[in-house]
Nanobody, 116 residues
Framework: VQLQAFGGGLVQAGDYRKLSCVAS????????MGWFRQAPGKERDFIAAINKSGSKTYLSDGSVMGRFTISRDNAKNTVYLQMNSLKPEDTAVYYC?????????WGHGTQVTVSS
């Protein structure tokens, strides 16, 4: 499966942004999906995941709790990350990926920069 993330850009602190990740190739609904991010000089961190049907979501503890929401539309082969109340520390490259034991597929990231 090929993944491509969209929706990054430069935003002001306090703003919101919705990222999209479009899948092509094998059936999108066969995969649980996740969002990750990597800030400059830091490791890639897990943000959120959603199961195959979209009925269950998992969010990282910490700073994104209550501000970020993951969702998916299997008819559109797309997983979303709604980001509200953005902070400068949310600045990172955001990646979508399949989430499963073993090999996972990763999309090219999309840069989100939050200015104060």
């Amino acid at each position: 499966v090929q993944l491509q993330a969209f929706g990054g850009g430069l935003v002001q602190a306090g703003d919101y942004r919705k990222l999209s990740c479009v899948a092509s190739g094998r059936a999108f609904s066969d995969y649980a999906m996740g969002w990750f991010r990597q800030a400059p000089g830091k490791e890639r961190d897990f943000i959120a995941a959603i199961n195959k049907s979209g009925s269950k979501t998992y969010l990282s503890d910490g700073s994104v709790m209550g501000r970020f929401t993951i969702s998916r539309d299997n008819a559109k082969n797309t997983v979303y990350l709604q980001m509200n109340s953005l902070k400068p520390e949310d600045t990172a490259v955001y990646y979508c990926a399949t989430v499963r034991p073993g090999t996972n597929y990763w999309g090219h990231g999309t840069q989100v920069t939050v200015s104060s």
